[in-house]
């Protein structure tokens, strides 16, 4: 199992997700995150993550979780890494369990066909547990966004629980610290992770880089 999971894009180490994936080719990118946001900017935000891929030396296409499971399963069968953006947590949560992409996922990515990289709330979603990213996120976004409910499990690649934007301009609310405080006082594992760290998972490594 290989996962690159960042705080923002990747972080101060894109040689690092390159060499993961092996030579650049074709990449499938999942904006769903950012299905509650105005059209406008969800496909500047895809346009977005296609430039900085292109950047370096990927083909990016995007893998819409609102498509079939066929047509889902078909495109993850056909590319060697899977690229998650950030956005809402939970909205994403909801695309992955509604479409079925969430088994489709986990099963290649388990038995090393896929590589799976992600930044934020695409980073978060791969920890076993989703309680309490909810200070950061708001999950009443996912009923009105993709007609399902609010699901509090991730896809349980890692069992620690991340911390993206810690310390960084971009957690206005402050919400990183009351997540360390309320991990500390429930005995939940944690990893921070500042704007230039990632967390590199390759077989039994694990490591925050």
Same mark, same amino acid.
């Given at each position: 199992?290989?996962?690159?999971?960042?705080?923002?894009? $990747?972080?101060?180490?894109?040689?690092?997700?390159?060499?993961?994936?092996?030579?650049?080719?074709? %990449?499938?990118?999942?904006?769903?995150? +950012?299905? !509650?946001? &105005?059209?406008?900017?969800?496909?500047?935000?895809?346009? !977005?993550?296609?430039?900085?891929?292109?950047?370096?030396?990927?083909?990016?296409?995007?893998?819409?979780?609102?498509?079939?499971?066929?047509?889902?399963?078909?495109?993850?069968?056909?590319?060697?890494?899977?690229?998650? /953006?950030?956005?809402?947590? $939970?909205? *994403?949560?909801? /695309?992955?369990?509604?479409?079925?992409?969430?088994?489709?996922?986990?099963? /290649?990515?388990?038995?090393?066909?896929?590589?799976?990289?992600? =930044?934020?709330?695409?980073? +978060?979603?791969?920890?076993? !547990?989703?309680?309490?990213?909810?200070?950061?996120?708001?999950?009443?976004?996912?009923?009105?966004?993709?007609?399902?409910?609010? %699901?509090?499990?991730?896809?349980?690649?890692?069992?620690?629980?991340? %911390?993206?934007?810690?310390?960084?301009? *971009?957690?206005?609310?402050? !919400?990183?610290?009351?997540?360390?405080?309320? =991990?500390?006082?429930?005995?939940? &594992? $944690?990893?921070?992770?500042?704007?230039?760290?990632? *967390?590199?998972?390759?077989?039994?490594?694990?490591?925050? %880089?």
């Amino acid at each position: 199992m290989k996962l690159f999971l960042a705080s923002y894009r $990747f972080g101060a180490h894109p040689d690092t997700f390159v060499d993961m994936t092996g030579t650049p080719g074709r %990449i499938a990118v999942i904006a769903n995150a +950012c299905d !509650s946001w &105005p059209d406008a900017a969800r496909a500047s935000a895809v346009t !977005s993550e296609f430039r900085s891929l292109r950047e370096l030396g990927f083909e990016p296409e995007e893998l819409d979780l609102r498509g079939s499971t066929k047509a889902i399963a078909a495109m993850l069968d056909s590319v060697s890494a899977v690229w998650v /953006r950030g956005g809402n947590t $939970f909205v *994403l949560r909801s /695309r992955l369990a509604l479409s079925g992409a969430e088994n489709e996922i986990a099963r /290649r990515v388990r038995d090393g066909r896929l590589v799976y990289g992600g =930044y934020s709330a695409g980073a +978060c979603v791969a920890s076993t !547990s989703l309680r309490g990213i909810e200070t950061a996120d708001d999950p009443a976004d996912v009923h009105p966004t993709t007609g399902g409910d609010v %699901i509090w499990d991730g896809l349980g690649f890692v069992e620690t629980s991340l %911390i993206p934007h810690y310390g960084s301009i *971009l957690d206005d609310t402050n !919400s990183g610290a009351t997540m360390v405080e309320r =991990y500390r006082r429930d005995g939940t &594992p $944690f990893v921070t992770l500042d704007d230039d760290q990632v *967390l590199v998972v390759d077989g039994d490594r694990q490591e925050r %880089i």
